[in-house]
């Protein structure tokens, strides 16, 4: 089955800089990668999404690019600020029978520091 | 709408006790997760179930899980008996399922302690 693995395990950036976290997934038939923040306490939420038909995509400080070929895809936060301090977790959707569910990385917890 | 609906937030039990948790999915999705966090395991999927069919089971640990969704608007997750090794927190999430996976709505899970 799909196996979704994400690094690094913990990030640590000063406030303004930019911060990384990238996925590998095994299933080659993967067709949605979706990315989660998790606020200490909180539920995951979506922050952004991209579809295998599609490299990038963008929103105001974050984006996400897709290799296929390698199977890997990267969340990016530039200008980070302290708000960004949060656990965020990689998914892959894997492409067998029409299946709705999603496989989650083990999460990044960034701290952003002032 | 309120989002998704999971009760009770907090749930301290003793082992061997029976565990029911309880989740309303957002009206009109078509598919509700069920997912376990722990810190050393991660967010697990347990089950799902599209248009109210159990689809795959195949992350419940042991015959001591049992889910059910006998409409589109309420699933319950069944531990018996529980063991300490169940504490965690238990998220229910809903998508409109259309084609292939879409954005999962978390609810704001259940604290389960097994003493």
């Known amino acids: 089955g799909e196996n979704v693995e994400q690094h690094p395990s913990t990030l640590s950036v000063q406030e303004g800089d930019s911060a990384v976290i990238k996925c590998t997934y095994s299933d080659s038939a993967s067709n949605y990668f979706p990315w989660y923040k998790q606020e200490l306490g909180k539920r995951p939420q979506l922050i952004i999404d991209?579809?295998?038909?599609?490299g990038e995509k963008k929103d105001q400080r974050i984006a996400v690019t897709l290799n296929k070929t390698a199977k890997h895809f990267s969340l990016h936060i530039t200008e980070t600020q302290p708000e960004d301090s949060a656990v965020y977790f990689c998914a892959a959707s894997p492409r067998m029978d029409s299946s709705y569910k999603l496989i989650f990385g083990s999460g990044t917890r960034l701290l952003v520091r002032p | 709408d309120a989002g998704v609906i999971q009760s009770p937030r907090h749930e301290v039990t003793e082992m061997g006790q029976e565990v029911t948790l309880r989740c309303k999915p957002i009206s009109g999705h078509n598919s509700l997760f069920w997912y376990r966090q722990t810190m050393m395991r991660g967010l697990e999927l347990l089950i799902y179930?599209?248009?109210?069919?159990?689809?795959?089971d195949s992350g419940m640990p042991e015959d001591r899980f049992s889910a059910k969704m006998p409409n589109a608007s309420f699933s319950t997750l069944k531990i018996q008996p529980s063991e300490p090794r169940d504490s965690a927190v238990y998220f229910c999430?809903?998508?409109?399922?259309?084609?292939?996976?879409?954005?999962?709505?978390f609810g704001p899970g259940t604290r389960l302690t097994v003493l």
């Open positions: 179930f599209n248009n109210n069919v159990p689809i795959d």
């Open positions: 999430a809903s998508s409109l399922s259309s084609g292939g996976a879409g954005e999962q709505f």
């Open positions: 991209i579809r295998s038909n599609v």
